[in-house]
Every structure is written in structure tokens, then in C-alpha cells.
């Protein structure tokens, strides 16, 4: 069932500049815009509003069968329960249960020609936030979410560049060696909002306890000069700019209309997990919640949002394949297409670009309802940022088995999103300790560009 | 490094050198005497001046950080602060050495280098291998934790040094088993050799496989993805050739080869117990070296040769001598651990300040005083627990689970460089305004101290003290009796007084 979203006075669908009309509907549209237009506002004219990237992250592995490269002519064990569907884009089809966003699909692009080497969840999850498989070594490399940050985000800024919401996977998400500005704040459950942003009493004693602080430190960072007191002072001074800022009220989500609230997708409250649907959790629902958040970061100006879908590995279907899909993919339609719809309206769509993808795709063939862990053969899907929508890359046999059309490593697919983001991927760090320069994306074994999209 | 240094460093070493002919076992004492004629007969040639000697608050805190991984309680550090035997420094660091907290701290850091963190039930698998490695490190000599690291098989219940060669549901890889290998028990890094020969320095492609070679016997009964039930054991027939079907990049086929080219010939054991036992004996040149050197990087922050793991003949070390001495006494101990570590916290060098005064950048990269070090994760936890009791939890509320889930947050993996604070506003989000800590524990705190009839510097000098580990200064006493007028209460300012306490920088770090 679609839920129309409140629909605010259209804007450009590209916003080029910021008119003084701009600020005047941005600033009325919605209560909830109010107070942290800060960074928007703080943008000089005349530049075309920097890049945002929002990653859904659809832990466990979805099945390309089952979602975005469905395979009418293979053989009943393979081609599943569900059905194709057709799209707003004649001659492509997607599974039956992404009915709302099928009529969005002139923004996307579907890379059916993932193909990747990693095949366990963790190991495949980091190869997929970095880039870089080298697990054990002395390179602690950033995730994509850090790397975004430093590119693109603002320093002196209230607001972190690099959020992540939901239960993400810890070790994949470190800024790694770009350090602790670019560690992602995280937001367990976005319903709840931002954890630890209220002091444990009264604002006043708070705010007399920093005043104190601030007293005591004094002597000790005069005498010591020390790199590390120093980090560690500036690290709290932004921690208490942040708790004291209008912007933290972007990760609010009270402030958003029950309608917009709603259209996202709101977990029913109370509603049990069925039996056996061991990681559909009382919290199951959150997505939809936490891409609205996403949502709310981005207008606020933070280039990078990563949303956790599948709590834990959701999406690991080895058991209830149908009905564990059927039912995430609806959760997942809703929400995304909601997010999609809403950059859309606030003219947000050519400047975000949204990632869908988990860290491998299923096995062809369905062994006791389920299906496995796949890596040889998958599909991701890449909506808005300015690409040329409507379109399918790369194709897979008969079978969703083997790619035989433009296949995608991961730093094709890395270097792809880079670009988009307007990051040169070449670009070389200087990690700390380690003698060679550590480029964005590894381009040791090229990187091909999907430029048919650009 | 230019040249007239180098020369004037060679000749302060050879006079040096001179007063030690003597190359028998040296005591303790006579070891931290000779790491102070290096490091100060280097500071001299540079004219650089050294720091002042550290007061006993300073090395109290310092020293029960770097050998317990915890800040005194305030009972521990009030009776220390009163003690004015002569020796009762020298008295601190054998009780600090023989207690069991000195293994356990060891093996919080090593199980982080060790276990990797991408095993399933990382948890799990840590405190295992934590409680294993405990034991050890206060009971066992370095070469026999290595052997039975290196040599490891059976079950992971029997015998948990197994988890060192785990990773997903299988062993680790022997890619990244010769890279820990070569980093942790050897200092040197050959994984930049795994894909061609490294430019700058001595290693070759060819000695990164050969090392390789060691480790393609270590797998599970019938290749099983069970590791974590069968544990693994040594298949003979298994070699490099057999791995063939991963085709990890740079793949070269060679022998087992110990580093420096010399071949494993037609020995009975297993490949890993003949490269433990080489690893393991005197004379090895890297074995040694590599203890020592990550060993005085641990305690002062910065290793004789830096990074700490990335020894080669291009990378030299700023006291070469010391090194080789710091080697050569630790091998003669026996790689009696607790042997090195007493003579190098004994050392007047160890004990200096790390207040810079007018000093120039050089004489932290001198050692002519103390860096500030970051508290780790599990100092930070345990430092807490130790001044504010276990965290509470909130009826109902989410299970905080304690240290792992915070250490896991707060911690950095691998090798961090021990004195670069790399936290950032989620940390301190969740230190100023986590319940976890500073909620109910803090108002229990204060309002034991700040009881009728306590006046403000009572009360004050007893939550530095606990805190801080020192008694607040004239300046800090006047700051809280104002304090005080402003909260309005001597138990409300009590409180926020120990909040700000642990927020301070001086808390969070080892200095």
C-alpha cells in the first residue's frame, strides 16, 4: 500500500544556488527545520550544494534472486516463490515485493554484475566498507563512511560527518586510520534518538560542572603541552558543542509530522516477532525510521549516513528464505522509497546518492527453504547523486549464478561511488607507521569506472 | 640522522660501552643503571636536557597504569604517599610484578593483538584466551608463551592458545598467520614482501612465502568449518602447493625458510614446533629484539625503533646499543619478562616527569622524559571501576554489559601508537552522560565523602586522591571552596567535583 508523503511546495529538483526564496520555504516548510538550517544556511552562494552519500546496509546478504535480479527461466529450485515485476523503466523488472519503489526506478540503476571474493559475513562486510581484504595487517583502512567524511565533510562543525544508525557491524565501520574525527557517531535505535546527548541531571549542573572542568584542566594542560591532552580537550569541547547545539535536533525524530513519521514506515508497536523469525526482532521496523533520520542528517548537512537494515545479519536467510525475504523487502520498500520520494521533493535527490547493497548475495539454488551465502554473483543498486537513472549494469546467466556481462569487483563498485561523490578514489593517504601511500580505493588491480551511469 | 651525530653518538656508546665489559648477567640494577649511561650519555652528545625526576604521585599513577593496566585505589595510593622508606619504589614494583593483576593486564593487551577480530564470539574467545594468557604471562618466560602460541593444537576448551590460529569458522589464514607471526614474536614486517620485493628494504618475496611455508599444516579434521568444536592439528602431507585453489596475491612456492634463507631440512617434528624452536633459542637475532623493543614501547610510548614492529636494516633504531643490550640481558634472563620490564621501570629514565619545561621537542624523542600515554580501553574501565565500584544497572534497562561492550567502544585495534588520543564525541557523549559510570555511582561517591562535619579540602584532597592519584594543590582547594558557594551545597559540589574530576584530561591519560 503506498502512503503519500505530505507533499511540500515542490522544489528545483537540482538546487544550484541557494535564493533568498530558497531559505524562506526551507525555513517555513517545516517546524522541524527550523533552528538547524545552520550549515545549509552557513553555504556560500552560488555553489552547488556538496555531495551526500546514504548507505542502506542490508546485513546478511539479500538474495539478487529474490529482490533485483529475479530469474523467471530457471528451473523452479532456483527461480524461488516470487514473482517478477515490471517497472516504471519498460523492460526492467524487480521482485514483486519492491511495489512502490519499482515506480521509482528511472533514479536507480541496478549493478547486476557484483562479484566479489568474500564469502564469510564479517569478512566480506569489511571488504565491502573498505575496499581492502588485508585483514591482519599493519593498515587499520578506513570504512567508506570515514573516507566520505574527510572528503566532503566540514570541519568546525557542530554536527559529526559520518553517522551510522542501527545495530551496525563494529569492526567495519572504524575510521581506521583517519583517526577519531571521523569515527561514526552511532545511533542504536533511531526511534529512540542519539544516546548519551542529555546529561544524566539537571542542564544547570551540568552546564556549572563544565565550567569547572574547564577551571581544573587549565594548570594541567599548561604544564604538559601534550599532543594527546590536546586532542583530548578538543574531543570534549565539540562533544559539549554538540549537546548544546540546534542541530543535534536532527537526530530527533519527534519533530517530524506523524504523516512523514508514518510513510517511512513505523514499527508496529507490540508487535511480537513470529515464531521462528528469530532475527525479526521487537525492533524490526526501525529501518524505516532510521532512513528518516538519514533523512534529516543530510538536509542538516552530513555527508554520510549509513542505516543498518537486519539487525544482526537479517538478511541471512539460510531458513524461511520466502518468507523472511517477502517480509524484509516490504519493510525495506517502504522505507527506501519513502527516502527516495522525500530527497526527491526537497530537491535533496541529485545530490544524495543512495546505496543499496548488503556484503554478498544467495545462492541460486534453494536447499530446505533457504538459501546461502553467494559472493560470485550479486546485485546493488544505486538511486540519485546525479546518476543517469533507469538503467540495469551487468547480467548474470540463467541461473543469477556467474556474471557474463561487465562484471563488478569492489573497487570498481568503490571507485564507482567515489566518483559520483566527486572523490578522485587515486587520491593517496599517509597513514602513521606505514611506508607507502594507502590510495582511497586499492587500484592495484585497476579499477573500472561503471561510467555508463555518470 | 646526520653525519656528525652519528659519529658522536658511536663515540658516547663506546665510552660507555667501556664502564660494561663485563657481558655477564647483569642484575636489575645494574641493567637500569646501564639503560640510563645510553640514554643519558645520548642526551649529553645532543645537549639536550632531561626532565626532572618524576614525584611519587607521578610514578605511583604511572606505574600501577603501565604494570596493573589500573590506577591505584585511593587506599593503595594513600599509604604509598606516606610511606618514606628510600626504597619504597623499588618495594611498589616487586609487589606490582609478583601480583596476579600484571599477567592479567598483559593479556588484555595480547589478546588484542592475538585474536582476531573477526573470530565468531570474538567475545567469548577473548576472555578464554585472555585467562589462558593471564596465567602464563605471571607464571611462564616469554619463549615458552610463544612456543605454545606458535605450536598450538587440540580443542579451543582444552587448550585455548588455539585461538591464536583461528579466524571465521577456520584457521586463520597462513597469510595473515606469517604476517602476526612475523610483526609480534619477530618485529618485522614481511607482509609488504607477500606480493613483491619491498624497495628499501632486505626482504624478499621469497622469504614472505618461505616463512609461509611454516604454517600450511595448521587445519581442521577434514578441512571442517567447525573450528571452534574440533580445534585444529598438523596434516604433514599439507603445503603451500596444497593452497593453491585460494591463490592468495604474490603466490610464490617455496620450502619452509627460516628468515634469513636458511631451509628447514628433514626434521621429525611438525613445521611450527621447528620454527618455534628457532624462533625461541639464544642466539636468534629477532626474537629478543623484538620483546625488548615493544616492550619499552609500551612504557614509554615510543619504541628504540619506530613502528614498533617494523625492524630493518633501513630503520634504525635512535640507541642502537641499548637495544642490542636490552636484547641480549632479556635472552640471558632466560626472556624472563618481569626481569626486563623491573630494570626498565627502575631506571632513572623511566622516572622522570612529563612536563616538558623549556625543553625542545627532542627530548621526548630522547627519552629525556616521560611522553603522556592514553589510558586504553580496559584502563579506562577498570580505573573506573576501581574509583566509582562496578557500574549499575538500571532496573529494566538494557543489559550493560560491562567491560567487554565498553572496551569494545572505547578500544582501537591493533597497534595504536600509545600516545595518540584517538577518541572523538561518541566517547566523550557516553563519559559524560553514560549511567554507566557517572550517574548513581558518582552521587554514591560523593555522598560518602562529603558526610556532616567534612570540611571542603576534606572532601576535595579525598576525591583527588582517589581520583587523580595525588592531593589537589593550594590553587585547587581555592577553586573548590568557591565551588562549593556556587552549588550551593557541599554534597552538590562534591558530585560535580568528582564528575569534572573524570573528565579532565589528566584522568584520561597516562602521564
Redo the contacts between chains.
Keep these: 500500500m503506498k502512503v503519500p508523503l505530505p507533499v511540500r511546495k515542490p522544489q528545483a529538483a537540482s538546487r544550484k544556488r541557494l535564493t533568498r526564496r530558497d531559505f524562506v520555504v526551507s525555513a517555513t516548510a517545516s517546524a522541524s527545520l527550523v533552528g538547524w538550517l545552520g550549515r545549509l544556511a552557513a553555504e556560500v552562494p552560488n555553489q552547488p550544494r556538496p555531495k551526500a552519500c546514504i548507505l542502506l546496509w542490508m546485513a546478511g546478504g539479500p538474495s539478487h534472486i529474490d529482490t533485483f535480479d529475479p530469474k523467471p527461466d530457471a528451473p523452479a529450485n532456483i527461480r524461488g516463490e516470487f514473482k517478477p515485476a515490471d517497472t516504471s523503466v519498460p523492460g526492467i523488472q524487480i521482485s514483486e515485493h519492491f511495489p512502490r519503489f519499482a515506480k521509482l526506478l528511472e533514479h536507480a540503476v541496478i549493478l547486476r554484475g557484483m562479484s566479489t571474493q568474500e564469502s ?1 559475513h ?2 566480506a562486510t ?1 571488504h565491502l566498507h573498505t575496499g581492502y581484504q ?5 593498515v ?1 583502512f578506513p570504512s567508506l563512511g570515514a573516507i566520505v567524511a574527510k572528503e566532503l565533510g566540514k570541519r568546525d562543525v557542530a554536527l ?1 560527518n559520518f553517522v551510522a544508525i542501527g545495530r551496525g557491524p ?2 567495519a565501520l ?1 575510521a581506521g586510520f583517519l ?3 571521523y ?4 545511533v542504536t535505535d533511531p526511534v529512540r534518538g542519539l ?6 541531571g539537571p542542564r544547570q ?1 551540568f552546564d ?3 565550567e ?2 574547564r ?3 587549565k ?3 599548561e ?7 590536546g ?3 578538543s ?2 569541547e ?3 558543542r ?2 548544546s547545539s540546534e542541530q543535534k535536533q536532527a537526530f530527533d525524530l519527534s519533530r517530524e509530522r506523524d504523516e512523514v513519521r508514518v510513510a517511512y514506515g513505523r514499527p508496529a508497536a507490540g508487535a511480537a516477532p513470529k515464531r521462528g523469525e528469530k532475527n525479526l526482532t521487537a525492533t524490526s521496523g526501525s529501518f524505516g525510521q532510521g532512513c528518516l533520520m538519514a533523512r534529516r542528517l543530510v538536509e542538516a548537512g552530513v555527508p554520510f549516513v549509513e542505516v543498518v537494515m537486519g539487525d544482526g545479519v537479517g538478511w541471512d536467510t539460510h531458513r524461511d528464505n520466502f518468507p523472511r525475504t517477502k517480509a524484509l523487502s516490504l519493510e525495506c520498500d517502504t522505507a527506501m522509497s519513502a527516502l527516495v520520494e522525500d530527497l526527491k521533493t526537497r530537491g535533496l535527490l541529485d545530490t544524495t546518492l543512495v546505496v543499496w547493497m548488503g556484503e554478498f548475495g544467495r545462492t541460486p539454488q534453494c536447499a530446505g527453504g533457504g538459501r546461502n551465502h553467494w559472493s560470485k554473483a550479486w546485485s546493488s543498486v544505486l538511486v540519485g547523486g546525479g546518476i543517469k537513472g533507469g538503467q540495469v549494469v551487468g547480467k548474470t546467466d540463467r541461473d543469477g549464478a556467474a556474471v557474463t556481462d561487465r562484471p563488478i569487483s569492489v573497487t570498481d563498485f568503490l571507485g564507482t561511488v567515489c566518483t559520483i561523490l566527486g572523490i578522485d578514489y587515486k587520491r593517496k593517504n599517509h597513514p ?2 606505514v ?2 601511500p594507502i590510495p582511497i580505493v586499492d587500484t592495484s588491480k585497476g579499477v573500472k569506472v561503471i561510467s555508463e551511469l555518470l | 640522522m646526520c653525519g656528525k651525530t652519528r659519529i658522536l653518538m658511536a663515540l658516547a656508546v663506546v665510552i660507555a660501552a667501556g664502564r660494561e665489559c663485563r657481558a655477564a648477567e647483569l642484575d636489575n640494577a645494574e641493567l637500569a643503571a646501564l639503560i640510563d649511561r645510553h640514554i643519558d650519555a645520548r642526551l649529553k652528545t645532543e645537549g639536550v636536557p632531561s626532565a626532572a625526576p618524576a614525584d611519587d604521585a607521578e610514578f605511583l599513577r604511572r606505574v600501577y597504569l603501565d604494570l596493573h593496566g589500573v590506577i591505584p585505589t585511593s587506599d593503595q595510593a594513600a599509604s604509598f604517599l606516606a610511606d618514606s622508606r628510600p626504597d619504597r619504589r623499588a618495594r611498589l614494583v616487586d609487589t606490582l610484578l609478583a601480583d596476579p593483576p600484571y599477567g592479567e593486564h598483559l593479556a588484555d593487551i595480547w589478546q588484542g593483538y592475538l585474536v582476531s577480530p573477526l573470530a565468531d564470539d570474538r567475545q567469548v574467545r577473548a576472555d578464554q584466551f585472555r585467562k589462558w594468557l593471564a596465567e602464563r604471562f605471571n607464571t611462564k618466560t616469554w619463549d615458552r608463551i610463544t612456543t605454545e602460541l606458535l605450536t598450538a593444537t587440540g580443542k579451543i576448551d582444552e587448550n585455548p592458545a588455539v585461538i591464536y590460529l583461528i579466524e571465521g569458522r577456520l584457521p586463520r589464514t597462513v597469510v595473515d598467520l606469517t604476517d602476526l607471526t612475523s610483526r609480534y614474536f619477530q618485529g618485522v614486517r614481511l607482509s609488504c614482501a607477500q606480493c613483491h620485493d619491498h624497495p628499501l628494504v632486505a626482504w624478499k618475496q621469497q622469504e614472505f612465502w618461505g616463512m609461509a611455508a611454516f604454517f600450511t599444516q595448521v587445519q581442521t579434521p577434514g578441512k571442517s568449518k567447525l573450528v571452534y568444536q574440533v580445534g585444529v592439528k598438523d596434516y604433514p602431507e599439507l603445503t603451500l602447493n596444497s593452497l593453491k585453489d585460494g591463490t592468495p596475491d604474490g603466490f610464490l612456492s617455496r620450502p619452509p625458510t627460516f628468515l634469513g634463507g636458511e631451509e628447514l631440512r628433514g626434521d621429525k617434528t611438525t613445521n611450527r614446533a621447528a620454527l618455534a624452536a628457532w624462533l625461541t633459542s639464544a642466539k636468534n637475532p629477532y626474537f629478543a629484539r623484538a620483546m625488548a623493543n615493544r616492550t619499552w614501547w609500551r612504557l614509554f610510548g615510543r619504541g628504540i625503533v619506530n613502528p614498533v614492529d617494523d625492524m630493518h636494516s633501513a630503520n634504525a633504531p635512535s640507541h642502537p646499543e641499548l637495544l642490542d643490550r636490552l636484547a641480549r640481558q632479556f635472552a640471558e634472563s632466560g626472556f624472563d619478562l618481569k626481569f626486563l620490564t623491573r630494570a626498565i621501570v627502575s631506571s632513572r629514565a623511566y622516572q622522570r616527569t612529563s612536563r616538558p619545561g623549556d625543553a625542545p621537542d627532542k627530548q621526548a624523542a630522547l627519552f629525556g622524559r616521560m611522553p603522556v600515554k592514553v589510558l586504553t580501553a580496559g584502563e579506562l574501565y577498570d580505573s573506573l571501576v576501581a574509583i566509582l565500584g562496578a557500574p549499575m544497572r538500571k532496573p529494566g534497562g538494557p543489559r550493560v554489559d560491562t567491560r567487554a561492550e565498553f572496551v569494545q567502544f572505547f578500544s582501537d585495534d591493533g597497534d595504536p601508537d600509545p600516545t595518540a588520543y584517538r577518541r572523538g564525541i561518541p566517547h566523550l557523549l557516553r563519559q559524560m552522560n553514560s549511567d554507566q559510570f557517572v550517574g548513581r555511582n558518582v552521587a554514591a561517591l560523593s555522598a560518602r565523602l562529603a558526610k556532616p562535619g567534612r570540611s571542603a579540602d576534606d572532601v576535595a584532597g579525598d576525591l583527588f586522591v582517589t581520583i587523580l592519584s595525588r592531593p589537589p594543590t593550594v590553587d585547587e582547594q581555592v577553586l573548590f571552596r568557591a565551588h562549593v558557594t556556587r552549588a550551593g551545597s557541599l554534597e552538590t559540589a562534591s558530585r560535580e567535583l568528582a564528575w569534572a574530576l573524570l573528565m579532565t584530561s589528566e584522568f584520561s591519560l597516562n602521564h
Design positions: 564469510d564479517k569478512l569489511f588485508n585483514r591482519a595487517g599493519v587499520a559529526p563494529q569492526e572504524s583517526g577519531p574525527d569515527q561514526p557517531l552511532g544516546d548519551f546527548i542529555e546529561p544524566v549542573e556549572r560542572q563544565v569547572l572542568l577551571q581544573l584542566e594548570p594541567f594542560h604544564a604538559h603541552r601534550s599532543e594527546a591532552g586532542a583530548h580537550r574531543a570534549m565539540r562533544a559539549v554538540l549537546m602513521a607507521g611506508d607507502r
